[in-house]
């Protein structure tokens, strides 16, 4: 039976993840903050080394997500925890290594960036993602596997309450103001939880190494996806379209070619049928 251990285990991508797993018969230790500080750079190294003793896989999870805080103090927090994750590998290495990355590494990346697009995060949750991706690489590529997942855009699955498509869901269900700046047509792509861990699954059992864009190849520009949920609803919403520009409004998404090649066998699904089955849920 793999041991598994899941650091996030308790957090939404994190909380589905420990699901597919146990649900394929492995053992699986899901760790949230309640379960280990990894603040505590005293003691928790030494914690979780204990935990990772005989793990086939370690998947992380964790971090201050860019929708929880985006600035320096969250940034420097979060490298304080990775800097607990990389100590307590130092004193037990598991066999496998997959880093839970992000979109943001890639900064305004464009429609359906590949891998070998630049890195050039353009927030401070993209530099400490670009930055943990390298230092988990440059330490520990050498004596086991690393896999570095990018995504963005994660819905649908078990607890999901703060994905866009879950919020702009809940606000036309419920008659809420929906504003959309630059019109709405800013595009980007959407990952169901689902497709993010069968591909966890697949690419530790072929211990696969490197880095992957986990994405459906799919993107849609932000007011094309309120009128679809609309049409799932059967209920308009109650939609204002500015002119204006924020800092978001800029095209990102992913290309899946790699992970297509490389995973002939996972099934991925298109991005409406995802959405059919989140907001239904919903």
Known sequence: MKKLVVLGGTGYIGKNVVNTFSNNGCKVYSLGSKHIDLNDLLHSPTK??????????????????????????????????????????????????????????????????????????????????????????????????????????????????????????????MGKEITLSNNGLSKRDYLPVSLLCDAIVEIINLKYAGIFNVSTGQEKNIVDTVKFIEQLIGKKANLILTDNFSERDFNLSLSNTKLHLMLPQLSIPSLNSALKVAVKRS
């Open 48 to 173: 979780l080394a204990r935990l990772l003793k005989g793990a086939d896989s370690l998947i992380i999870c964790s971090a201050i997500t860019r929708t929880t805080a985006n600035d320096s103090n969250s940034c420097f927090t979060n490298i304080n925890q990775l800097n607990t994750i990389m100590q307590a590998c130092e004193l037990e290495l598991p066999k496998h290594i997959v880093y839970c990355s992000a979109a943001d590494v890639y900064g305004h990346g464009g429609s359906l960036i590949t891998e070998d697009a630049p890195i050039s995060p353009m927030n401070e949750y993209g530099a400490f993602k670009a930055f943990s991706e390298k230092m988990l690489q440059l330490n520990f590529s050498e004596r086991c596997t690393v896999s570095i997942l990018r995504f963005s855009g994660v819905f649908g699955g078990d607890s999901d309450q703060t994905s866009l498509i879950n919020r702009l869901t809940q606000s036309i269900q």
